[in-house]
T-cell receptor, first 110, second 115 residues
């Protein structure tokens, strides 16, 4: 059965801290893994990862995939209060759907 | 380019009623997926449509159904509503089927409350 586990489930940090969010997965015929940020409503897309070891960066956010060990991490450096959100990872396989993890709720305090 | 739109944004129904939610994908996108999000269960996949065909279905009862039209717009129907159906229903569109590595873009969601 496909499985997605995100850790930690909840994280509270102060502005300026660096955080690392984890996503481990077991997905049949894995094709790609997506990271999303969800604040109040719908998730917004962050990264799509398909190849191992290639870091994707966008400003203070970066992410990398390890297809051998079946996990991905999302790093946020110099966190700001606006980074407070639930971060979701979603690996997808050949069965045409995305499996979402429970998410990591990040709270950044001023 | 306009994003994914969903209507209505908010809906209040009573148990036993049925409801139809609508999703218009990004122009050019042929795949539409539906998700249910609740505080207890998180984000759960309902079904995906591609070129008017249901490609895959999540683990939901038959009360949940959907369809896609030739212009890629999709509707989701829930019959005989139950209290537990109260949730945020999200629609996501992508160029191709989600398992093929295409990025999904989400709409704002429809908040359904069942009383």
């Amino acid at each position: 059965e496909d499985k997605v586990v995100q850790s930690p489930l909840s994280l509270v940090v102060h502005e300026g801290d660096t955080v690392t969010l984890n996503c481990s997965y077991e997905v049949t015929n894995f094709r790609s893994l997506l990271w999303y940020k969800q604040e109040k409503k719908a998730p917004t897309f962050l990264f799509m990862l398909t190849s191992s070891g290639i870091e994707k960066k966008s400003g203070r956010l970066s992410s990398i995939l390890d297809k051998k060990e079946l996990f991905s991490i999302l790093n946020i450096t110099a966190t700001q209060t606006g980074d407070s959100a639930v971060y979701l990872c979603a690996p997808g396989g050949d069965n045409n759907d995305m499996r979402f993890g429970a998410g990591t709720r990040l709270t950044v305090k001023p | 380019k306009a994003g994914v739109t969903q209507t209505p944004r908010y809906l209040i129904k009573t148990r036993g009623q049925q409801v139809t939610l609508s999703c218009s994908p990004i122009s050019g996108h042929r795949s539409v997926s539906w998700y249910q999000q609740t505080p207890g269960q998180g984000l759960q996949f309902l079904f995906e449509y591609f070129s008017e065909t249901q490609r895959n279905k999540g683990n939901f009862p038959g009360r949940f159904s959907g369809r896609q039209f030739s212009n890629s717009r999709s509707e989701m129907n829930v019959s005989t509503l139950e209290l537990g159906d109260s949730a945020l229903y999200l629609c996501a569109s992508s160029l191709g089927t989600s398992g093929g590595g295409y990025t999904q873009y989400f709409g704002p969601g429809t908040r359904l409350t069942v009383l």
